[in-house]
Structure formats: structure tokens, C-alpha cells
């Protein structure tokens, strides 16, 4: 009798998994009717006055101006006069400097990193603190409409692993990073090499990880790790293929002092490649603005992608991108905020801010043709969300990363590029009325 009870009970459970993910995988089977935007290649939009967005399993089926017969009994949701864009990819933020957004920014970077920085990351050694700060984090990230993000925590391995359950738990597409630092930081921030790796190794096979938030190493940047640290984090990207994330040329004294600390090497991209840091796995390099034309070429030609922080760049005087070089050159650009050095998570003010200091470096150098809309949205949609796989796109096969935004009545003659145009440049975080992340809404 206990045998065919327990059998019973067995054949109850199964059957309750089965409906209970069939009902899922309903939640994500889904048809969006209203004005469509997205890029699907650098620089060119399309728009889909009325068009119908078609979801299955949390892929992009296709959009349409029609909607196709086969697709006629799902369950359709009428935004029409709202906007339906992918949602935006972050490539660069520092979750632990969520608190300190717009403090310091008079000084330089490395000045900066010692007043504020460093000082508030260690606030961090308190997992209370950690379940705080990363909640309003997260809470924020959502709310602005970015759907992927690659974050930054501190080198605190459990509040790391707390910041990684935040950004789950909204739904939340992310490659969250515990920081390496083994010299030339505080000595409250300062691992020993043994204990960096050790940490690391444990947050990577922590219990915390989903299908979409996944871990990335992230060496704080080349003078703060030594060579040792450098080797075996290089190391352990291979062994566990296991994506990079750091900082490159952001400031002439950071470039200069990397030369004095690798002094066989000298070169600061080829310190990272020297240890396998550099391509070798999906690599984001954030800043990359103090490069030359060979730099640029390598840095191509290895696959890494060179992150665009207009807003921290102008905020601590480290100086302008050269996008456009890097465009032509073929490199996969993506965007970040860079909070705290940057002062807003919303990624459309990045895009404005990208374009902005385009056009101020084009009226220097004239041949460095300023970024347009299509090119930054791109940027901050399917270029960055390349790093994520199928993300940023609403093309066959990518994830279902979407936002639904309102413009004011008042627009409602204008044409659809006119009202993206609104929205990106004047918009805010409260004019997107739903989000989803591959086919899933983000409450």
C-alpha cells in the first residue's frame, strides 16, 4: 500500500511539473501589436507603424504588418500608439557604486577612485549593506528599461553573490563580476593573490546562477592585480571559459603607470593578452579612449569588445572616445553607463550623451563622422546585447527582450521616428509602461 502510494504520489508530481512548465512556457507565447522600432544593423532603423511583434518560447517569431493566420490564437496585447523597442544592454556598471552617483566628480579618476570609491566599496564587507544597496540597484535597473547588464561588485565574494540573487529575482538578464584587487588598493580592499583566486572560484560554482545571470571575471584593471593574480585569473577564463570584464586607457597617468608596473610589456592591452585576458574568452574592455590606430586594429582583430562611457568620461576629464575609428574598423562597440563615474542608469541619456561628444570630436577631427540615432540605439541595443547572444534585436531567433513605452497625447500625429526620437531624447524612465526579458515580464 506505501509502495503504490509513493508511486501515486511520484506520478501526481510529474504531472503537476508538466503542466506547471507548460503553463510557463505559455507566459511567453505572445503577440504585441503596436509601433515597432529596433536596429537591425548598425545605423539602420526600421520601423513597423502598427506592426505585430510575435513571440513563441521566448524567442522573436518575426514582426509583421500583417499578422499571419498561424499566429492568430495567441494572446495578443494591443499597444497601439505605444512604441515596442528591444530593451537596452549596459555593458559597464558598478552596482557598488549605486550610492555615490554624482559625488567627486571634480576630480580625476584615480583621485576619485581613492576619495569616494574605495571608501564606499567597503561598505560592502557588510552582507546587510550588500542586500540594501543591491536591491535599490536593481529595482532601478529594471525601472530604466535595461534588460541586460554587465555589472560590477566588489571583491566581497557573498555580498557579489547577493548582488547576482537581486538581479534574478527581477527577471533580469546580467554577467556579474567579483572585483580582483591584490596590490595598489587600500589595504581594506586588498586580497592576497591565494585568496583572490580562491574567492573567485567559489563565486563562480556558487549556487546563485541562472539562465540568465551568469558569472564574469572581472580583474578591477591591470595596475590593481599583479602579474600572479593576472596569470592565474587568465588561467581559470580558459579552464572554465569564462568571459572577462575590466577596464583599458581610460586616463593618460593610468596608461603611463601601467608601463611602469609592466616594464617588459609596457603596452596596456598587451598586458592583458600576455595573460590570456584578452580575447581569449568574451572580453568587454570598458573606455578604450586613449588608443592608437594598431591598438585599434589588435583589439579587433582578438574580438574584444571596447565599451563607449561618454558620461564618465566627461565627468572625470579622462577625455572622448574615438568611436567612429573603432566603427570602421569593425569592432563590436557596445554601451555603459558606468555608474557611479556616470550619473544616470537610464540608457537613453547615454545614447544622447554618445551621439554629443561624437559631434564635439567631429568638429575637431572632421573625418570622424559623428554617431547618429539609429548607430547609438544600436549600440546600447544589439551591439552590446551581441555580448548576451541572440539579445537586442526583434530578428528571428532572438530573445524576447522588449520594452512597451507611451509618448505624451500630443504626439500622437507625429510619425513614429519622430516619437522615438521624443522618447530617446526626452524621455523617462516612467513612460515605459512593460518590460520583458526573453519573453518574460519583468515586474
Known sequence: ?????????????????????????????????????????????????????????????????????????????????????????????????????????????????????????????????????????????????????????????????????????????????????????????????????????????????????????????????????????????????LPVQTHLSENKGEIQWVAELFPTIRDYPQVYAHYGLYGTTPTLMAHCIHMDAAQIRDLVSHGVYPVFCPESNLNLTSGIMPVRRFLTAGAKVALGSDVGAGHDLFMPHVIVRAIQVSKVRAMEQPEEKALTLPEAFYLATKGGGSFFGKVGSFELGYDADLLIVRTPAALADRSVMERWQYFIYHGTPEDITARYVAGRYVR
Open 1 to 241: 500500500m506505501k509502495r503504490y502510494f509513493r508511486s501515486s504520489c511520484l506520478v501526481f508530481l510529474l504531472c503537476w511539473l508538466v503542466l506547471v512548465s507548460a503553463a510557463a512556457a505559455a507566459e511567453r507565447d505572445f503577440v504585441v501589436q503596436g509601433d515597432i522600432v529596433y536596429t537591425p544593423a548598425c545605423g539602420e532603423a526600421k520601423i513597423l507603424p502598427q506592426g505585430y511583434l510575435v513571440v513563441k518560447e521566448g524567442k522573436v517569431q518575426g514582426t509583421y504588418a500583417e499578422l499571419p493566420a498561424a499566429y492568430a490564437d495567441l494572446k495578443k496585447q494591443d499597444c497601439r500608439g505605444q512604441l515596442i523597442m528591444p530593451g537596452f544592454c549596459d555593458l559597464h556598471v558598478h552596482a557598488a557604486q549605486y550610492r555615490q552617483i554624482g559625488l567627486g566628480m571634480d576630480e580625476s579618476l584615480l583621485t576619485w577612485l581613492e576619495k569616494y570609491t574605495f571608501p564606499e566599496e567597503q561598505k560592502f564587507s557588510d552582507p546587510a549593506y550588500a542586500e540594501r544597496v543591491y536591491e535599490d540597484f536593481a529595482a532601478e535597473l529594471a525601472k530604466c528599461g535595461t534588460t541586460r547588464a554587465a555589472v560590477y561588485g566588489t571583491i566581497h565574494r557573498q555580498s557579489a553573490e547577493i548582488l547576482a540573487q537581486k538581479l534574478a529575482k527581477r527577471g533580469l538578464g546580467a554577467y556579474v563580476g567579483k572585483v580582483n584587487m591584490d596590490r595598489n588598493a587600500p589595504d581594506y580592499l586588498c586580497e592576497t593573490s591565494e585568496a583572490s583566486l580562491a574567492e573567485t572560484e567559489q563565486f563562480v560554482h556558487a549556487p546563485v546562477w541562472t539562465d540568465l545571470v551568469r558569472p564574469i571575471l572581472t580583474p578591477r584593471f591591470a595596475p590593481s592585480v599583479t602579474p600572479k593574480l593576472l596569470q592565474d585569473l587568465g588561467d581559470l577564463a580558459r579552464r572554465e571559459n
